[in-house]
């Protein structure tokens, strides 16, 4: 390409800048003018709702049904995504708590969800963010819920039995853990691998295969074990690009889970309520007397009505020594007229049922 040609192609792309700049700014201003509206129709002593995730999953998707390349859907919904997040940010900037620390898959998450105008706020423990979220101090939470490969997090279904929240939206994200060392690690007498229990089990084949006889440690989160691992000389850590990034780590193996399709789940939790969107999901819990063919009656009204179970999980209830709750997810919100007269039908038949949410299927 001769000079001439890369001079013109710049120029053309400086002068498509200035109107992406232009059409961004007027975007901006039309979200202050929405949040104007919004203060203007609050009832006496109404507390305004900026944040609405069934609006935002609406944009996505129409930006995703209108893209026609060259870059891809995902890759699209992405910038607008962070185009959305910087425009909430002038409406009311969304204060977040994560599972931390900083560099946790969770923070990835919440990124991923919320894009990174928000102010986000690691936590120790993931019924500290639920008591985060509780308390007010924050107006969301993000926690894990699944593993493709491990299953549950039950640290999350647990204190969803202990704190009234309410689900308004999941993420899923892939994840890819690599064996990263620090700069004074000596690789070939490394005696220890520290990761969180949930991703040393992901990765138990890789491990057996490469290091069998070296010590796995588990700690409380992949980026408290980069951490770690920055200052020692025998040690490894499994972790994801954040904490790598973050701890200025060097990968000795990369893509080392045994599965490839390795993804983890994510709930964000709060005090708000989504209405339908019309592609959405709703995930209650529920328990059930101690009697034959309990499951199979909590079962049948779903089967009934055609209604898509996407998960159930079975709990201890804590209440009494043997006894269970079934935490289930379903497509569809709790104000459609269907799903109303199943849960209807269920809490006849139930100890006792509570709707933990409905919100939007995750877009991206
Ligand atoms: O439509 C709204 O209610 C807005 O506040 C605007 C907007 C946007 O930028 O599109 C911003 C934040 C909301 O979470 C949803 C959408």
Request: hydrophobic share 40%.
């Amino acid at each position: 390409m001769s000079e001439q040609e890369l001079k013109a192609l710049r120029l053309r792309i400086d002068a498509l800048d200035e109107k992406v700049l232009e059409l961004i700014s007027e975007r901006a201003r039309c979200a202050q003018e929405v949040a104007r509206v919004k203060m203007a129709s609050l009832a006496e002593g109404e507390v305004p709702v900026f944040y609405r995730p069934e609006r935002e999953a609406q944009v996505l998707k129409r930006v995703m049904e209108r893209n026609q390349g060259p870059l891809g859907n995902e890759e699209m919904a992405r910038l607008f995504r962070e185009i959305m997040s910087s425009c909430l940010a002038l409406e009311q900037p969304l204060k977040v708590a994560y599972l931390g620390p900083e560099g946790t898959f969770t923070q990835a998450a919440a990124m991923k969800h919320f894009g990174h105008a928000v102010i986000s706020k690691p936590m120790a423990a993931i019924d500290e963010v639920f008591r985060e979220v509780a308390a007010g101090a924050v107006n969301f939470g993000v926690v894990p819920v699944e593993n493709s490969t491990e299953g549950a997090v039950n640290h999350t279904l647990d204190s969803f039995l202990e704190h009234d929240m309410v689900i308004c939206g999941e993420v899923e994200l892939r994840i890819h853990h690599h064996l990263l060392v620090g700069e004074n690690t000596k690789t070939d007498s490394i005696s220890r691998i520290y990761s969180h229990a949930q991703s040393l089990a992901q990765c138990r084949k890789w491990l057996d295969a490469h290091y069998p006889n070296v010590e796995r440690v588990a700690v409380s989160s992949n980026a408290e074990a980069a951490k770690r691992v920055k200052g020692e000389w025998n040690s490894a850590a499994i972790a994801g690009d954040m904490a790598a990034g973050l701890y200025g780590l060097t990968r000795l193996a990369e893509k080392i889970e045994d599965r490839p399709d390795n993804s983890t789940r994510f709930l964000m939790i709060g005090n708000q309520e989504v209405p339908p969107t019309g592609d959405d999901k709703t995930s209650i819990i529920v328990s059930m007397s101690n009697k034959p063919g309990a499951l199979h009656e909590l079962l049948v009204p779903f089967h009934d009505n055609g209604i898509d179970l996407t998960r159930i999980e079975t709990r201890p209830s804590r209440s009494g020594k043997w006894t269970y709750v079934f935490f289930i997810d379903f497509v569809g919100h709790h104000r459609d007229p269907l799903v109303k007269g199943v849960l209807e039908k269920i809490s006849q038949e139930a100890v006792a049922l509570k709707v933990l949410g409905s919100y939007p299927k995750a877009v991206l």
